[in-house]
């Protein structure tokens, strides 16, 4: 799942990146505590994940966009 929720975060960094006009910031919510600690430090120890988050660090660096990934109660994430 920790995969997946990453993935879940590259698709929408992606998508906000396409836009004619892409967002100078942008913030994503998410339960999973793993893939906000991961995409705060940008590091991870298991070698296997790497590729989500290198891609992601790639758009960044290419769009400038400021990406800030927050934690929401999985109670609260509708």
Known sequence: IF???QIG???ALYH?????????????WSDSLDAVS????L?????MHNAP????AEIIIATGIDLRVKHIAG???I
């Open 38 to 41: 991961v995409f705060s430090s």
């Open 9 to 11: 975060i590259l698709s």
């Open 75 to 77: 109670i609260d994430n």
């Open 53 to 56: 988050l290198q891609a992601a």
């Open 16 to 28: 906000a990146s396409g836009m004619l006009h892409p967002p100078r910031r942008l913030l994503i």
């Open 3 to 5: 995969f997946l929720e």
């Open 43 to 47: 590091s991870l120890l298991n070698a």
